[in-house]
C-alpha cells in the first residue's frame, strides 16, 4: 500500500487497477498517509490559504430529471423559483462586501436564462467588479452558448461529470440524457478557455471501486482546473429515497486522492460533506481540499434550492455564513483569503 501511495505521489497517476486497488484495500493508516502528503503538497502550493466562492443559486428550475436530484422536473413537491437579474445583482453585492472575489451562478437547466440574459448578468458583475471572477454552473449548452458566455466575460464553468463510467451513468439519468454529451460539454468548454471543473457524487447508488477507479483515470487525464466531490445524499422526493447516503470517510479518501493526482486542482469541501457531518468542511480541508463555497443566495429561496435532504445554512445570512466559516477554518489553522483563487498556473503547467 505504502508503495502505492509513493508511486501515485510521484507519478500523479495509477492504473484502474490500482485505483481500484486503493480503494478497495484502505485503511486507517493509508488514509492519513495520502491526507499527510495532499495537505503537504497543496501547502507547497497555496501556503495555508482557503479560497472561496459565493454560491448563488440562480433557479431551481429544471428541464432534467436526473434521478438523484431534489430538483429534478418530476418532483411536483419542489418550490419553484428563479432570481431576477436584479436580485442576483444585489446577492453579489452583498458578497463583495462580504470579501468573496468570485461569484457562482448555479442553477436547474431554465429556458429562461437564455444566453442574452446570462451574457447581460456577467457583463454588469464584470464590469461593476472587474477585479472578480465569474464562474458558471448551468448544466449542458450548447457550444456557441458557453462561447457567448465566456466572450461576455464568464471565466469559469462547474459541470460535474457524474460518473465517467457510462452504464453507470445510465442508471443515474433518464434516457433522454447522454453521457457522450455531457462529455463533450466539459471538452467544448475546455476548448473554449473557461477553467472547467468537473466532479461526481461518492456513494451514489450502484456505484463501486470500479466506477470510482474509472473518475480518478479521468480526472488523471483531463487534469480540471476545478472538481467538486461531495457525499451522494438522498432526497425523500426522488426514487433514490431509500439508497443509502455517500461516507465523509470515503469522500476524505478520495479528495486526498485527487490532490495527490493533480497537485494544483481547487478543491472545495462540498456543502454535502458539511451537511452529513457537523465538520465535515474541515475534515475535507484536513484531507487536501482548498475552497469552500458559502451560500450567497437570499435566505427567503435557499431552502427550496434543496438538492438533497437536510441541506446544511439554509436559514443563515450570507454574512453568518461567511464568518462561520472564517472562524472554523481558523480553528484548523487556515485562512479565508480576499482573493480570486484561480489556479496557480506555474504549478499547472509544472505537472
Ligand atoms: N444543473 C447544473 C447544476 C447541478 S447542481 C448541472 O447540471 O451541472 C450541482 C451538483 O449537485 C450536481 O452536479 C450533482 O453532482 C450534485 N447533486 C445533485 N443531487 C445531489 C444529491 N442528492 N446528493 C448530493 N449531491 C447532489
Known amino acids: 500500500m505504502l508503495s502505492l501511495i509513493e508511486k501515485l505521489e510521484k507519478n500523479h497517476g495509477l492504473s484502474l487497477d490500482e485505483y481500484k486497488y486503493l480503494i478497495d484495500n484502505r485503511t486507517d493508516a493509508a488514509a492519513e498517509e495520502l491526507a499527510a502528503r495532499a495537505v503537504k503538497v497543496r501547502r507547497e502550493i497555496y501556503g495555508n490559504a482557503v479560497f472561496t466562492r459565493g454560491l448563488i443559486e440562480i433557479s431551481n428550475i429544471c428541464k432534467n430529471d436526473c434521478v438523484y436530484c431534489g430538483i429534478r422536473r418530476s418532483n411536483t413537491n419542489c418550490d419553484r423559483y428563479r432570481l431576477t437579474p436584479q436580485e442576483i445583482s444585489d446577492c453579489v453585492d452583498e458578497g463583495y462586501s462580504l470579501g468573496f472575489r ?92 473557461y477553467q472547467v471543473g468537473c466532479g461526481f457524487m461518492v456513494g451514489s447508488p450502484y456505484q463501486t471501486s470500479a466506477e470510482l477507479a474509472h473518475d480518478l483515470k479521468f480526472i488523471e487525464e483531463f487534469k480540471p482546473d476545478m472538481c467538486g466531490i461531495g457525499p451522494f445524499v438522498p432526497h425523500k422526493d426522488t426514487p433514490f429515497a431509500a439508497e443509502a447516503q455517500g461516507t465523509v470517510e470515503l469522500t476524505c479518501y478520495l479528495l486526498s486522492i485527487i490532490r495527490l493526482i493533480h497537485p494544483p486542482v481547487l478543491l472545495p469541501a462540498t456543502t454535502a460533506l458539511g451537511t452529513i457531518h457537523p465538520l465535515g468542511r474541515e475534515l475535507g480541508i484536513k484531507a487536501g481540499a482548498n475552497v469552500v463555497m458559502p451560500n450567497l443566495s437570499p435566505v427567503a429561496v435557499r431552502k427550496k434550492y434543496e438538492l438533497y435532504d437536510n441541506k446544511i445554512c439554509t436559514g443563515e445570512e450570507s454574512a453568518q455564513c461567511r464568518s462561520c466559516l472564517d472562524n472554523r477554518m481558523k480553528s484548523i489553522g487556515y485562512e479565508i483569503v480576499i482573493d480570486r483563487g484561480d489556479i496557480k498556473k506555474e504549478a499547472r503547467d509544472n505537472v
Open 102 to 193: 468570485t461569484f457562482v451562478l448555479q442553477g436547474g437547466e431554465d429556458g429562461y436564462f437564455s444566453d442574452d440574459v446570462i451574457c447581460g448578468i456577467v457583463r454588469e458583475i464584470k464590469k461593476k467588479y472587474p477585479d472578480c471572477a465569474v464562474t458558471l454552473s448551468l448544466g449542458e449548452r450548447s457550444y456557441e452558448s458557453y462561447k457567448r458566455m465566456y466572450d461576455a466575460g464568464a471565466d469559469r464553468y462547474l459541470l460535474r461529470h457524474e460518473t465517467a463510467d457510462k452504464a453507470h451513468y445510465g442508471k443515474l439519468h433518464p434516457a433522454e440524457m447522454s453521457f457522450d454529451n455531457r462529455m463533450e460539454c466539459l471538452k467544448n468548454l475546455r476548448e473554449i478557455g
